[in-house]
Nanobody, 123 residues
C-alpha cells in the first residue's frame, strides 16, 4: 500500500507559524488528491485543505487566508503552511492521499492516512 509520513508539528504561540510536511511512499502510480485534516481533542476529524494533482485547492472557511497547501508532485509530498495560528487551531493534523498504485502488474486504487502530528497553539 501507500505510507504517509508527516512531520513539522509542535508547540507555537498564537500568531506564530508552522509548516507541516507529508511524504508518500510505496508502489505509487499516480496521486490524485492530497490533503490535511485535523482532529481537536474530543471532536471529530475535519477537513483543513486539499489539493488535486492539477493544483486546484480547497480550504475550510476557518483557515482561508491563513493556511496555504502546496504539493511537490515529483516528491509525492504535500505541505501545509500555517500562519497567524490561533489556539483553536490546536489539534492532531492528519495527512490523506488517494490515487492509484501499480504492483504485480495490477493497477488498484488507494486511500491512505498518516499517523498524525500534534499542533499546539498557546495563547
Amino acid at each position: 500500500q501507500v505510507q504517509l509520513v508527516e512531520s513539522g508539528g509542535g508547540l507555537v504561540q498564537a500568531g506564530g507559524s508552522l509548516t507541516l510536511s507529508c511524504a508518500a511512499s510505496g508502489s505509487i502510480y499516480r496521486i490524485n488528491a492530497m490533503g490535511w485534516y485535523r482532529q481537536p481533542p474530543g471532536n471529530q476529524r475535519d477537513l483543513v485543505a486539499t489539493i488535486r494533482s492539477g493544483g486546484i485547492t480547497n480550504y475550510a472557511t476557518s483557515v482561508k487566508g491563513r493556511f496555504t497547501i502546496s504539493r511537490d508532485n515529483a516528491k509525492n509530498t504535500v505541505y501545509l503552511r500555517m500562519n497567524s495560528l490561533k489556539p483553536e487551531d490546536t489539534a492532531v493534523y492528519y495527512c490523506h492521499a488517494n490515487g492509484t498504485i501499480y504492483r504485480a502488474s495490477i493497477f488498484s486504487s488507494f486511500a491512505s492516512w498518516g499517523q498524525g502530528t500534534q499542533v499546539t497553539v498557546s495563547s
